[in-house]
């Protein structure tokens, strides 16, 4: 087992074992996620998930080889709802993508139906299933991943390179993980939302 769950910001650790244990179970339902799930379970390195009303969802990976199996640290609000906006204009054209248009005619030509941007929600179980994408980021070449951020001799990057690396992790972990999790857990039955690139959120 190479998850660890604390409770943080006066949250009771029973609370927030249930809540993991939970949010794990329902992921579950997507054969994506199931698979992550299972690869950061069997890891011999230690991922903490610290799960809080009102933290900041996010994973710190740690910045220097540590000689360890302390491989960071996710916080989990297990309260917060991501609002997420369903853009037409980015929304691929493939098959297994619906595409949601007007219901009725706007303008007149031909009868053209445009597709319109969709509001939705991404809940607390998916938000923390996209931290576990990142576990999953940085356990597959965890050097690589802090040599986004770290120069050879551990002195941090240029801000300007960190924030291009941070954008390239965040889209690859959306387009890559998050939304295939997403339109499996859908075909499930699950209610949620989508976004098509990172920024796409409404709250
Ligand atoms: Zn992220």
Not at 11 to 37: F, G, H, N, P, W
Not at 52 to 69: A, K, V
Not at 185 to 192: F, I, K, V, Y
Request: proline share 5%; glycine share 8%.
């Amino acid at each position: 087992m190479a998850l660890k769950i604390e409770a943080d910001a006066g949250y009771a650790l029973m609370d927030a074992t249930r809540d993991v244990r939970d949010a794990l179970q329902y992921l579950r339902r997507s054969k994506l996620a199931s698979e992550i799930i299972e690869d950061i379970e069997s890891s011999n390195t230690l991922i903490t998930i610290k799960v809080g009303p009102g933290l900041n969802d996010r994973f710190e990976h740690p910045p220097l080889d540590t000689g360890t199996s302390f491989g960071g640290v996710v916080y989990w609000d297990p309260g917060f709802t991501l609002g997420v906006t369903d853009k037409a204009n980015k929304r691929p054209n493939v098959p297994w993508v619906k595409q949601i248009k007007e219901k009725r005619t706007i303008w007149n030509c031909c009868g053209q139906r445009a597709p319109t941007n969709q509001d939705g929600e991404i809940n607390p179980k998916v938000c923390l299933m996209h931290e576990l994408g990142h576990v999953l980021q940085y356990l597959s070449n965890p050097a690589e991943f802090r040599a986004l951020f770290r120069n050879a001799d551990g002195s941090k990057r240029r801000d300007g390179e960190i924030m291009s690396a941070k954008n390239t992790i965040e889209q690859v972990n959306t387009a890559a993980i998050e939304q295939p999790i997403i339109m499996e857990l859908r075909d499930s039955g699950c209610n949620l939302g989508i976004r098509w690139d990172y920024y796409h959120t409404s709250n």
